[in-house]
């Protein structure tokens, strides 16, 4: 079974700076999809990346980046430019080519500081 | 842009009740799904549902869960008789015909007492 790895219980950044979440998985599939969500107070889901395994290219979406290891079975992301409407909890998640089924990470709690 | 709605955002029942979530997806989508989060913990995979029929569950779908679609738009998850460990964050989500990305419901909040 697949597991997704999100080490970063809580991260904090000041407003305008960088920050980079980490993600990591594991899996034995070749072909699959990974993504960010980000979960402000409200609860929603939202998301805010995804990067095919087949892709080479890191996905990057304005402030929001990847960095996409496949070897490592990494997944981390960048936020640049950290503004206040940036803190949520991220998860991470993994699709396999097979099923459907989101599988996530536990979640990194991220605080941005004026 | 279109998205998804649930109703309600949040539900009190009382243990052994039967409670029905509901979500209208994303009107051109044909992939659906029910996500539930237990305060604190990962947001944990239940069901999918495509053409009528569930595709894809976990071990937590057990029998007392149920998905319909009983018209064009809605797409409803029934708990038949609600444990106190029901109560949780439960979430529906939509994707299109390239089934990759799921697109999230604001969900719908289950105290069970």
């Known amino acids: 079974a697949q597991t997704v790895t999100q080490s970063q219980p809580e991260m904090s950044v000041q407003e305008a700076e960088t920050v980079t979440l980490s993600c990591t998985y594991d899996?034995?599939?070749?072909?699959?999809?990974l993504f960010w969500y980000k979960q402000p107070p409200s609860r929603q889901m939202i998301l805010v990346i995804r990067q095919e395994a087949y892709k080479q290219q890191n996905a990057t979406e304005n402030r929001f980046s990847v960095n996409f290891q496949k070897a490592a079975k990494s997944f981390s992301l960048k936020i640049s430019d950290s503004q206040l409407g940036d803190a949520a909890m991220y998860f991470c998640?993994?699709?396999?080519?097979?099923?459907?089924?989101?599988?996530f990470g536990g979640g990194t709690r991220l605080m941005v500081k004026p | 842009e279109p998205e998804v709605t649930q109703t309600p955002s949040h539900q009190v029942t009382q243990m052994g009740q039967e409670v029905i979530l509901r979500c209208v997806p994303i009107?051109?989508?044909?992939?659906f799904y029910w996500y539930r989060q237990i305060l604190g913990q990962k947001v944990e995979f239940l069901v999918s549902f495509y053409n009528n029929e569930i595709s894809e569950k976990s071990e937590i779908f057990d029998d007392q869960f149920s998905v319909e679609r009983p018209d064009g738009s809605n797409f409803t998850l029934k708990i038949r008789s609600t444990k106190l460990e029901d109560s949780a964050m439960y979430f529906c989500?939509?994707?299109?015909?390239?089934?990759?990305?799921?697109?999230f419901g604001p969900g719908t909040r289950l105290l069970v007492l």
């Open positions: 899996t034995s599939e070749s072909d699959y999809y």
């Open positions: 998640a993994y699709r396999g080519n097979a099923g459907n089924m989101l599988t």
């Open positions: 989500a939509s994707s299109g015909t390239d089934q990759e990305t799921q697109y």
């Open positions: 009107s051109n989508h044909l992939y």
